[in-house]
C-alpha cells in the first residue's frame, strides 16, 4: 500500500525542526568547548601557582626534615620540593642503586639510607639520594654495595656502636616514587636489583631494613654534600633535581576558544543564510 505524498506544509514543518535540531547541537557544542577553554584557564592559573609555591620552597633556607610524627601528614602538594638539613649516619653498605638517564648520559642514582635520632621514637631512616653515578663511576661502586649484607633491622644501632660520623646534610624533599619507573615504562625487580622507580620502602625491605622506621619521602642531596666514604673518583653529583612542569594550558584553552567561535560563526552565517532563503520563498510565493 503506498503512503500519501507530504504535502508542502508538512515538508517545512519537519525541515523546520531538523533546523531546530541542528541548532540546539550546534549550541550545545559552543558551551561545551567554552567549559573546557575556561577549565583549562582554571588548570592554567593552578600550574602558574604550582610553579610559584616550588620555586618559593626550593629557595627557601633550609628547614628540618618531617620527623617521624609528621610522616603521616607529608603529601606531594604541601612538602614535595621543600628545601630541609637532616643529620645523622650514613650507612653506605645499604644503599641501592636506581637507574636513571640525565643531562649526563645513563646512569644511575645512589641511595643511601641515613640514620637519625628522632627522639622520643627512637631512630628513624630516611633515605637521600646522594646524586647521579655515570655508568663508569657506578662500577667502581659495586663492590661496596654487596648484595649479602645481612638483615639490617638494627643497622643503625650497630652504626652507632661502631662510632660512625654524623653528618648533615641539606636537600630537597621528594616523595616516594610507588610503583613503577619513570613514565611508567619498566616496574621494579627487586628480586635481580634492579630499581627504576625510588620505591623507598621497597628498597629497604629489600636491604633488610625495618620499613616502619622508613620515611616516606626520600631527599635529593644539594650539590657537594658529604662523600669522603666513596672513591673520589666515583663520587655521585648531587644537586641534580630536575624541577619541571609542562604548562600547555594556555595553548590548549585558546585552541577551545577557537573552536568555539569557529562553530559560533558557522551558526551565525547558516542562520543568516536560513532566513534570507526564507526572505526569498516568501517573495516568490
Not at 115 to 124: I, K, M, P, Q, T
Not at 150 to 179: F, K, T, Y
Not at 194 to 199: I, M, N, V
Not at 232 to 260: D, E
Request: aromatic share 8%; charged share 20%; with cysteine.
Amino acid at each position: 500500500m503506498m503512503s500519501a505524498p507530504r504535502t508542502p506544509a508538512a515538508l517545512r514543518l519537519r525541515s523546520a525542526g531538523l533546523r531546530y535540531t541542528l541548532v540546539g547541537c550546534a549550541v550545545l557544542v559552543i558551551a561545551v568547548l567554552l567549559a573546557l577553554g575556561t577549565w583549562q584557564v582554571q588548570r592554567l592559573q593552578w600550574k602558574l601557582a604550582l610553579i610559584e609555591r616550588v620555586n618559593a620552597r626550593v629557595h627557601a633556607e633550609p628547614v628540618p626534615a618531617p620527623g617521624q610524627q609528621d610522616w603521616a601528614k607529608v603529601s606531594a602538594q604541601a612538602d614535595e620540593y621543600k628545601h630541609v638539613h637532616l643529620t645523622g649516619m650514613l650507612l653506605p653498605e645499604y644503599s641501592t642503586k636506581a637507574q636513571a638517564t640525565t643531562e649526563r648520559g645513563p646512569g644511575y642514582w645512589l641511595l643511601t639510607p641515613l640514620c637519625l635520632a628522632d627522639g622520643s621514637n627512637g631512630v628513624s631512616i630516611v633515605m637521600v639520594n646522594r646524586g647521579f653515578l655515570p655508568l663508569d663511576a657506578a662500577a667502581r661502586v659495586e663492590s661496596s654495595l654487596s648484595n649479602s649484607v645481612p638483615a639490617g633491622s638494627d643497622a643503625c644501632a650497630a652504626a652507632a656502636l661502631a662510632g660512625r660520623a654524623a653528618v648533615r646534610l641539606n636537600g630537597l624533599l621528594r616523595i616516594s616514587e610507588v610503583g613503577k619507573g619513570p613514565m611508567g615504562l619498566r616496574a621494579n625487580e627487586p628480586a635481580q636489583n634492579r630499581w627504576y622507580a625510588r620505591d623507598v620502602h621497597a628498597m629497604a625491605a629489600a636491604r633488610g631494613l625495618h620499613t616502619a622506621r622508613v620515611a616516606p619521602y626520600f631527599v635529593d642531596v644539594d650539590a657537594g654534600q658529604y662523600v669522603a666514604d666513596l672513591d673520589p673518583a666515583a663520587r655521585p653529583y648531587g644537586g641534580m633535581t630536575v624541577i619541571s612542569f609542562p604548562n600547555n594550558h594556555l595553548v590548549y584553552a585558546l585552541t577551545w576558544y577557537a573552536l568555539a567561535v569557529m562553530m559560533a560563526a558557522a551558526l551565525a552565517w547558516v542562520i543568516r543564510d536560513e532566513r534570507r532563503r526564507a526572505r526569498r520563498d516568501g517573495a516568490d510565493a
